[in-house]
């Protein structure tokens, strides 16, 4: 037996450990389990930077050599997740709600991927997740993802909100609407940038009937953007024709938003990342926008990354759908590490509950 295979196990053990680490901490660091102060949200971020550091270097420098099978009943150990990062968004989540898993009598057994054509990002995403024990079914194309998804036994899909080309809205619709019972869903928006690896794009979806208040509180607890009728100054940019209810939702929010609105759905490269905060978008103005406009909003060349949001009708009766990344404004790529470790976060099991 090599050095290699003995310490392999032992590797993907001490992940496992540290995805129950990093589950927990990113739960908390969303206020899933209760509001945190900005010093515990300090420190939060702290654990979840280094255990992912030390969960990648493990993955990179213990196991790129030699993967370890893992049994059904390996699986069935398995707690939280392999690894881990936000909070787990297996079905569409409101502030404030649990993640939704599958009843527990069902075993997930498969995960379908339509995330794009990055193949480098999809190789090593179908390789974790093959590693953790489940069959992996990749589609290229939307006539691939409809055979895949046509099946009997329970799944999990992974589905990025421009796979694989047309319409925003439409498409992630007629996509979840076609889903069964049995099969659970992760969204997540990728664009693609100057780094190596998708960059973390839409952050999610916003009703366009969502009222003031609650709308504040998502500027302020998703995206630490205080938003006080006594201290203007937060620019927001709208693009691309969101609705006159949404526009009268802005406005009641007082001289708190300094607003810039382009009725064009086509002007999305006019918005200078150095002028605003945060993007508004209409489906139209995601459908129209391309790969560099959304990159240089989310990893611009000075300043920080400009979090963006889509306006109307959501795949839900969810008011805020969040995508994978939704709360994460950092300049860094979405990883396959990462969103490997969401989507088992969220299907994996509680393994305090029998199977």
């Not at 003995?6 to 589950?23: D, K, N, T």
């Not at 990055?118 to 055979?147: I, K, M």
């Not at 979840?176 to 099969?183: A, C, K, R, W």
């Not at 997540?188 to 009703?207: K, M, N, R, W, Y």
Request: hydrophobic content about 35%; proline content about 7%; overall charge negative.
């Amino acid at each position: 037996m090599t050095e290699s295979d003995e310490s392999a196990p032992h590797a993907f053990e001490f992940r496992r450990q540290l995805g129950v680490i990093l589950a927990k901490a990113t739960l908390l660091e969303d206020e899933s389990l209760g509001p945190v102060t900005p010093e515990q949200r300090d420190a939060l971020e702290e654990v979840v930077a280094a255990t992912l550091k030390l969960t990648a270097e493990t993955a990179d420098t213990l196991e790129t050599h030699g993967d370890t099978p893992q049994t059904t009943d390996d699986r069935s150990q398995s707690t939280d997740d392999d690894l881990a990062l936000d909070q787990p968004a297996d079905d569409i989540l409101t502030p404030g709600e649990s993640p939704a898993t599958p009843e527990s009598a069902t075993v997930l057994d498969s995960i379908v991927l339509g995330v794009g054509d990055d193949e480098e990002f999809v190789t090593s995403l179908e390789r974790q997740f093959e590693r953790a024990g489940y069959a992996v079914h990749t589609a290229t194309d939307g006539d691939d993802l409809r055979t895949m998804l046509d099946r009997s036994r329970p799944q999990h899909l992974v589905l990025d909100c421009r796979f694989p080309a047309g319409t925003f809205h439409d498409g992630l619709e007629r996509t979840i609407s076609g889903l069964d019972g049995e099969t659970s869903l992760t969204l997540v928006s990728t664009v693609e940038g100057d780094l190596p690896g998708p960059l973390q794009g839409i952050a999610g979806i916003l009703a366009s009937s969502i009222e003031p208040e609650p709308l504040a509180a998502l500027l302020e607890n998703r995206f630490e953007l205080p938003i006080e009728s006594s201290n203007a100054g937060t620019a927001v940019a709208v693009v691309g024709d969101v609705g006159d209810r949404f526009l009268a939702t802005l406005d009641e929010l007082d001289n708190s938003i300094d607003r810039v609105t382009h009725s064009s759905a086509t002007a999305l490269d006019a918005v200078d990342p150095g002028d605003v905060d945060f993007v508004f978008l209409s489906g139209p103005a995601i459908d129209h926008a391309d790969e560099s406009a959304l990159a240089g909003l989310r990893n611009p060349t000075d300043g920080e990354a400009i979090p963006l949001v889509a306006v109307g009708s959501t795949p839900t009766e969810a008011e805020w759908v969040p995508f994978r990344g939704h709360r994460t404004l950092a300049q860094t790529p979405l990883t396959s590490t990462q969103l490997a470790a969401a989507v088992l976060a969220a299907i994996e099991p509680d393994p305090d509950e029998e199977r």
